[in-house]
């Protein structure tokens, strides 16, 4: 068992090991992508990102995939004169996990499966290539109104967690462009 006048040492020493710990922290170079940092130069990542192009992807999943990434990419409005191309290929399937006595399922994933490439229209070349995925679960019940909306719901939130993850790759290349 510690003495009081140990524990008292300990409890005082705690603010200046945080201290010490910001400090450090500070010092590591982080530096938010969004932040005020990135707003100094020439209007930032958000910026920057207003000049990519999204080009169109085949059936309602690249409908939805592509609309969220619109959203996230050209929160602002997007520019004039697109310097980048966005071209996704877009993968989906659905997978039974759980099942009943009769092998019937009663869950499902949904997988979206994404590769994209970002390529700089004023030279042709491809700046930035990536692979990301997606999946989102689902019920399957004896409704089939239930089950369509059910599905549907699940194919909007995996298009969205694949558009966020295509988002922050580009702006990681934008903001390492910079750097």
């Not at 990102?49 to 939805?64: C, F, H, K, N, T």
């Not at 995939?65 to 409005?77: A, C, F, K, M, T």
């Not at 558009?163 to 290349?173: C, K, L, M, N, Y």
């Amino acid at each position: 068992m510690l003495s009081s006048k140990t524990s008292l040492i300990a409890f005082h020493r705690r603010p200046l090991v945080c201290v010490l710990l910001l400090l450090g922290l500070a010092n590591c170079g982080f530096q938010p992508l969004y932040g005020k940092q990135a707003r100094q130069y020439a209007g930032g990542v958000v910026s920057d990102m207003s000049y990519v192009a999204v080009d169109a992807i085949p059936e309602r999943a690249g409908q939805l995939v592509r609309n969220q990434l619109l959203e996230r990419l050209h929160p602002r409005g997007r520019a004039a004169r697109p310097v980048y191309r966005l071209t996704i290929r877009l993968s989906e399937s659905r997978e039974g996990i759980a099942f009943q006595q009769d092998d019937s399922a009663t869950r499902f994933n949904l997988r979206l499966i994404a590769d994209f490439e970002l390529a700089d229209t004023r030279s042709g070349t491809t700046v930035l290539k990536g692979h990301t995925r997606a999946i989102s679960a689902y019920n399957v019940v004896r409704s089939d109104y239930a089950n369509l909306i059910s599905e549907r719901d699940a194919l909007k939130r995996a298009a969205g967690s694949l558009a966020d993850g295509i988002q922050s790759r580009v702006a990681v290349f934008f903001s390492r462009l910079r750097g």
